[in-house]
């Protein structure tokens, strides 16, 4: 049995909740984008957030609906989950030419991982549902592409932005900006850190992805069939 996985998606921006800190301790970026404050702005991370949880409490269909909502927003590691599960039916009727054509979009900013995948999800194809993904490639472009998505997530950073305690023109001051740690600790960050402008202007923020995803790249785990136990040989053994 074969199977494909994202590596590096599950854990990256949006991943293991990080060990608890000491009240004076640096507050890490991943602690700083993992929180609620954050997140709440951000509605590509919020909604893959949620994805990710709906997948590991065994909530597929949920988790489909999560990231379908992220990808509205240009995530495209949540368009690449969505190809995964149509790929392999997870939570959805499996459909291999539109998990192709939702790979293919999530490679539209050529991160080399996606761009790997997008190829192996091709030479499994066959004639028809190549061209049946090619046809249907148009209308999730249309929908979800960078010149379509990209807006939606720049306007909610911007309204975001404006939001922001002190100005409109990114002075912060003295502001401290409180977040929930782990275990509902709460967490002092200086606003200027917090309102790094990576975070919220649409350009460096998109910068800042790109910063992330070019740099990783799928694994391929291969299973093999299941083989009994031999008498006397434990799990362990067989190792």
């Known amino acids: 049995m074969r199977h494909l996985i994202l590596a590096g998606i599950i854990g990256v921006l949006v991943g293991a ?36 949880q709906a997948r590991e409490e ?3 269909e949920r988790a489909f609906v999560f990231f379908r909502r992220a990808a509205r927003y240009a ?50 194809l066959d004639a028809q549902q190549r061209e049946e993904a090619v046809r249907r490639g148009d209308a999730v472009y ?6 379509a998505a990209r807006p939606r997530i720049d306007a909610a ?14 002075f912060t001051g003295t502001l401290q900006v409180f977040i929930a740690g782990p275990n509902g600790q709460m967490l002092s960050i200086d606003g200027s850190r917090f309102y790094d402008p990576k975070y919220w202007d649409p350009d460096l923020y998109q910068a800042w992805h790109d910063a992330v995803w070019m740099q990783l790249r799928p694994g391929r785990v291969d299973i093999g069939d299941v083989e009994p136990l031999r008498p006397g040989e434990t799990a362990d053994d067989a190792d």
């Open 58 to 60: 065994g909530k597929q």
């Open 157 to 170: 950073l911007r309204r975001a932005r404006s939001r922001m305690t002190g100005s409109r023109t990114g």
């Open 75 to 124: 995530d495209k590691v949540s368009q690449a989950m969505v190809a995964e599960m149509l790929w392999n039916g997870e939570g959805v009727a499996q459909d291999r030419a539109l998990g192709y054509a939702w790979m293919d979009l999530a490679a539209e900013r050529a991160y080399p991982g996606f761009l790997t995948l997008r190829e192996r999800y091709w030479k499994e």
């Open 17 to 52: 909740v990080p060990a608890v800190l000491p009240a004076h301790a640096q507050v890490s970026e991943e602690q700083l984008v993992n929180s609620e404050t954050f997140m709440s702005a951000h509605p590509d991370l919020r909604f893959r957030h949620l994805g990710l």
């Open 142 to 147: 249309a929908e979800y592409g960078d010149a």
